[in-house]
């Protein structure tokens, strides 16, 4: 696997590189040195390709301490925490054009949510639909909020993946054809990068964008479009505009989540036999459902009992109901926006969707709480879930060896 995704392991030593330039008290001019040591001795190794390989993982290392190096030494200067610094980034900044552009797009999504309430939305209806398509939680009540922490479905509050993918498939059906595909993939990722920015530009969602936006530029030449090196192209470019961004909650789950997800589908897709799958579609979309849950659960099942010491143990359930949930509310969503009646089915909608995650979280053992585990014990964690991941693989009829 390493030779076939290279970009992840430049996205590794990058990591490796921002954890010890913001962990270290090295200053910036020396990791700066190192670097322009490292950068001249690549070039001078250009006909040693082994040797060559390793100075520009060095470099990468290097690049990634300076870095956060030069943001650390930011943060000291203002007096501010990482968390401290994650909210003030949060908030636009008028003095920029990037600023100003945020605020712009703020202040239609303020009109859209004045909409859902001329429209007839409220209570916990409204609460979950401004969350769920425009990314304010504002509305979300302490209850709410619980119901979807315990039953494990706080991942369809946060725009991500799901929601901009959804997003993606239905402006694909407004594609005008092959002579007109890159046209229309334009238009189409210019329309999500503007829903970025309407929502707020949440790092789950710039994500989410910059993986659609690849995934867009790749289908024209027809290429592998989802892929281990896709997303640690996102990444990188993530990480060097932001090194803090981290040592964001959302960012660790948001990429674990798909990391899982990528390495995980093409071993237990072979599990069920194709031509079964083939002549049973229902049986094919639950399948899909539920390994796509699973792969993901074990990707962020360590960090969230780590940051929020629980795990949900009706999550597959869970998911059963809150994605199709989450697919209806979206659409009806655009469809309420351009039709006052349609209200009436979407408040229905969001409000059988909380009700059902009510329930879940009244099954016994809905929850397991107070979970404490110490880094290296999510470290070891993660260790059994890749030795299983090898295993599993090793014995998989789909898997690559």
Known sequence: MAETTPLVRLAAILIMGIVTGAMSSVMVPIFVVLLAVTVVAALLLWRRGLWQSVVIGAAVFLFGATLAARQRDVLASEGLTIRQWQQQSAEPDAGTRLGRTRLFFLHQRA??????????????????????????????????????????????????????????????????????????????????????????????????????????????????????????????????????????????????????????????????????????????????????????????????????????????????????????????????????PVAVVLTAVANGLNGALALITRLPAASIDNLHPTVLQVAMVYLLILTAYWLCAWFSPSASR
């Open 111 to 340: 009109r859209l949510l004045e909409r859902y309430r001329e429209q007839g939305l409220e209570g916990q209806a409204y609460a979950l639909v401004a969350a769920m398509t425009l990314g304010d939680r504002s509305a979300l009540d302490r209850g709410l909020r619980a119901t979807y922490n315990v039953s494990g479905a706080s991942h369809v509050l946060a725009l991500s993946g799901l929601h901009m993918g959804i997003i993606y498939a239905l402006l694909s059906l407004f594609t005008v054809g092959r002579r007109w595909r890159l046209l229309s993939q334009v238009v189409t990722v210019l329309t999500i990068w503007a829903f970025v920015f309407l929502v707020g530009m949440p790092t789950s969602a710039v994500r989410a964008a910059l993986m659609l936006t690849l995934y867009a530029l790749l289908s024209l030449g027809y290429r592998d479009r989802l892929s281990l090196n896709a997303l640690a192209f996102t990444a990188i470019v993530v990480l060097v505009v932001s090194p803090y961004t981290l040592f964001d909650v959302g960012f660790q789950m948001s990429y674990l989540a798909v990391l899982s997800i990528l390495i995980w589908m093409p071993v237990v897709e072979g599990w069920v036999r194709a031509d079964v799958l083939q002549r049973h579609r229902w049986l094919r979309w639950l399948w899909g459902l539920l390994t796509l849950s699973v792969a993901a659960q074990l990707g962020v099942a360590p960090l969230i009992a780590y940051y929020f010491g629980r795990f949900s143990t009706w999550f597959l359930l869970t998911n059963l109901v809150a994605i199709p949930g989450v697919m209806l509310i979206l659409y009806l969503s655009l469809a309420t926006l351009l039709w006052a």
